[in-house]
Nanobody, 114 residues
Framework: QAQVVESGGGLVQPGGALILSCTIS????????MTWYRQPPGQERELVAQ????????SYAESVKGRFTISRDDDKRTIYLQMNEMKPEDTAMYFC???????WGQGTQVTVPS
């Protein structure tokens, strides 16, 4: 059964760090570009980071550049999002996906209190 499963969210204090994981099964993984999105409360879903293959080149939204790092492990069919120096505005539901988009998972909630 095709699935997208995000994990690793939680409550983290400002300035803290968190790492998210996402496993995609039932869909081709390599050689597709993989993405992390987030959806803050009451707002639209936005692209946070993406990583290509085979060179693993990555790009980021301006709001997270220098603080977040996306990575991938094609053998494990998993992508990661290392989040450092976290801010209250990082509070959102985080989702992963592929380019082209496949089914959406349930997401994982990240909360950074102000």
């Amino acid at each position: 059964q095709a699935q997208v499963v995000e994990s690793g969210g939680g409550l983290v204090q400002p300035g803290g760090a968190l790492i998210l994981s996402c496993t995609i099964s039932g869909y081709a993984f390599a050689p597709y570009t993989m993405t992390w999105y987030r959806q803050p409360p009451g707002q639209e879903r936005e692209l946070v980071a993406q990583i290509t293959t085979p060179d693993g080149g990555a790009s980021y939204a301006e709001s997270v550049k220098g603080r977040f790092t996306i990575s991938r492990d094609d053998d494990k069919r998993t992508i990661y999002l290392q989040m450092n120096e976290m801010k209250p505005e990082d509070t959102a539901m985080y989702f992963c996906n592929r380019v082209p988009v496949v089914t959406w998972g349930q997401g994982t909630q990240v909360t950074v209190p102000s």
